[in-house]
């Protein structure tokens, strides 16, 4: 591992990347204020929440469970299977522009504050890492130690932990698609008897391990999309952590130069990304708000106003004003709204105990012999209830002479499950003058649901499908 322990943040390069292509292990200063405070407890929360939400129950499954085996995915007592997964589009398109409307904002707010990866490196993995080798001070001289037993142990247990929160990540993981019931199921019966879940779980593992071992900040430099967005989602009146050049410059020493800033690097060395904030907004930064709370302090033990560091809009830092409505945010406000109601809507009106699927089945459209026409369907209700139960097929208003095969015969439909028949309509050919629309019904019990759909009756004066 390269090391350049007086490497200088500049613009024309990535601070986490030697010049030969290595990875420059950034060794990041611990930080108070209550920017961090904040952070921490809102890190708190997210991962409890990620813990715990398996464990909630709603309508008699997990608050979020994707149960991928049985085909339903349970988010928050919606139940969707397969035929249903469209609704998501406008739930995640809602959701996509909401994020895009808070960036237009507030900058890069999510990565900072909310985002999966930053919390566990930042809140976990790092604390972890200074809870064992100690401040930045003694991390850098541990690096450039030679090997002893010391060392090793420090390192040995570094990594150790690392491992142990990346399974305990990857198992939580897991459950949202089999459980928490059957996740202690299959650790009890042994990884072989799960080949797939135990793979899924290890490679997770593997892959947490490297990136919060080793990788880091560099996934959010180099591989994280929404950073390569942020440019164009945001502008001068976007909220974002800035430096005041007019108050800062000329930096250096207290009574030796007119501007505010000391020079002191505190905000260098607290940048979990290696920038220097005082260079300008940078794609590096992930808003997490370290280099206020560092300058805030130092400014503080320097007799100064804090503020120096701060969250502004670009316009803000130069003393002009901040516009709050403008075109982008209100494009995205309406798309992020249009995307959620949509939403909301078609999943409510989805949001059934039992959907069913009617279809014709394959083959010929109609069949005819010297007596009647037949035509073949197929009818297949969900269920995604907890409990048994029971549906039958009916005809409702049919032409005299229509009759349905098996009609009023219940079949069972097991809980959280799907039941399929073979529905044959056949009319004499007495009675058949030509096309006709019919309507079919499911009665589904308990509860009285009666679940209806037009069907096409073809004969021999049409080709035409439905």
Not at 229 to 255: F, H, M
Not at 301 to 307: A, H, K, N
Not at 438 to 453: F, K, M, N, S, Y
Request: charged share 20%; aromatic share 12%; glycine share 8%.
């Amino acid at each position: 591992m390269a090391t350049d322990l007086r490497k200088q943040p500049n613009l024309d390069s990535v601070t986490t990347i030697n010049r030969d292509g290595s990875h420059y292990y950034l060794h990041t200063s611990d930080v108070k204020g209550k920017w961090t405070f904040g952070r921490r407890w809102v890190a708190g929360l997210l991962i409890a929440v990620y813990v715990l939400l398996p464990w909630v129950q709603v309508n008699g499954s997990p608050a979020l469970f994707l149960d991928v085996e049985n085909r339903q995915f349970h988010v928050f007592g919606l139940t969707l299977v397969p035929q249903d997964l469209w609704v998501m589009f406008f739930g995640i398109t809602g959701l996509g522009f909401t994020l895009f409307f808070i960036t237009s904002l507030l900058g890069r707010l999510w990565c900072g504050w909310a985002c999966p990866y930053t919390v566990f490196l930042d809140h976990v993995f790092r604390r972890i890492e200074r809870w064992t080798e100690g401040d930045a001070v003694a991390r850098r001289r541990l690096d450039a130690a030679p090997w002893s037993a010391g060392k090793w142990l420090r390192r040995g247990l570094k990594h150790a932990l690392y491992l142990l929160c990346a399974t305990l990540i990857a198992h939580v993981f897991l459950s949202y698609f089999v459980s928490i019931p059957r996740l202690y199921q299959h650790m009890q019966e042994g990884p072989l008897a799960h080949a797939t879940a135990f793979g899924a779980v290890l490679f997770l593992t593997l892959i947490l391990w490297f990136c919060f071992g080793w990788f880091r900040e560099q996934f959010c430099v180099i591989m994280c999309p929404y950073g390569r967005l942020q440019s164009a989602l945001t502008d001068d009146d976007t909220v974002v952590i800035g430096y005041d050049e007019k108050r800062g410059e000329p930096r250096g020493p207290k009574g030796k130069a007119e501007g505010s800033c000391i020079d002191c690097r505190r905000c260098v060395n607290v940048c979990p990304t290696g920038i220097d904030i005082r260079n300008g907004l940078q794609l590096e930064c992930i808003g997490c708000a370290a280099c206020i709370d560092a300058c805030d302090d130092v400014m503080k033990l320097v007799g100064r106003p804090p503020g120096l560091v701060r969250y502004d809009s670009l316009n803000g830092l130069q003393g002009r004003k901040r516009r709050i409505l403008r075109p982008r945010v209100v494009a995205y406000t309406i798309l992020g709204l249009l995307g959620l109601t949509v939403f909301s809507i078609t999943a409510w009106r989805r949001a059934k105990p039992f959907t069913a699927d009617f279809s014709r089945m394959r083959g010929q459209p109609y069949y005819a012999d010297s007596t009647s026409v037949r035509n073949h369907f197929h009818v297949r209700v969900h269920n995604k209830r907890n409990q048994p139960a029971s549906f039958a097929l009916h005809l409702r208003n049919a032409p005299p002479g229509f009759t349905l095969s098996g009609a009023g015969q219940a079949m069972d439909i097991p809980p959280r499950g799907e039941a399929g028949t073979p529905a044959i309509i056949l009319a004499p050919h007495a009675s058949y003058a030509g096309p006709a629309i019919l309507v079919i019904e499911a009665r589904v019990q308990p509860g009285d649901v009666v679940l209806t759909h037009e069907l096409r009756f073809l004969g021999p004066s049409t080709h035409t499908t439905p």
